[in-house]
């Protein structure tokens, strides 16, 4: 099982970004906001993590919390491998102004990605 997350695995460009919150359906689940955009080609699943600074002042806070989202997302990605022909932009936006223990948030995660495998 293949455990890492390159960066051919994390959605950096800015058009396909922009395309991710033009095009993108949506839901909710504490503490996190999860936009994601189907596409029909050859490709991987690509991930954007963001924390916003305005919930979370301290830059050591905000990466301390996409540490732990990478993280659990590494660990449970493979729940999200299905048709090869369709790749998914992810887009996993934490919204909580508290720092969340790592159990909960792999908790979160794994749901989080059970539920995308199934679009």
Do not use: C
Not at 8 to 32: A, G, M, N, V
Not at 70 to 80: G, I, N, T
């Amino acid at each position: 099982m293949d455990r890492k997350f390159p960066k051919s695995e994390r959605l950096h460009s800015r058009k396909s970004i922009k395309e991710l919150f033009d095009k993108s359906s949506s839901f909710f689940l504490y503490p996190f906001k999860v936009v994601f955009f189907v596409r029909e080609s050859v490709g991987t699943d690509q991930v954007l993590i963001s924390v916003s600074k305005r919930k979370l002042r301290k830059a050591t806070d905000r990466n301390w919390v996409k540490r732990r989202i990478r993280e659990a997302y590494r660990h449970h990605k493979h729940l999200m491998k299905g048709n090869p022909d369709r790749h998914k932009h992810i887009g996993i936006i934490y919204v909580s102004s508290d720092l969340i223990p790592y159990d909960i948030v792999q908790k979160k995660i794994e749901t989080i990605l059970r539920k995308l495998s199934k679009l």
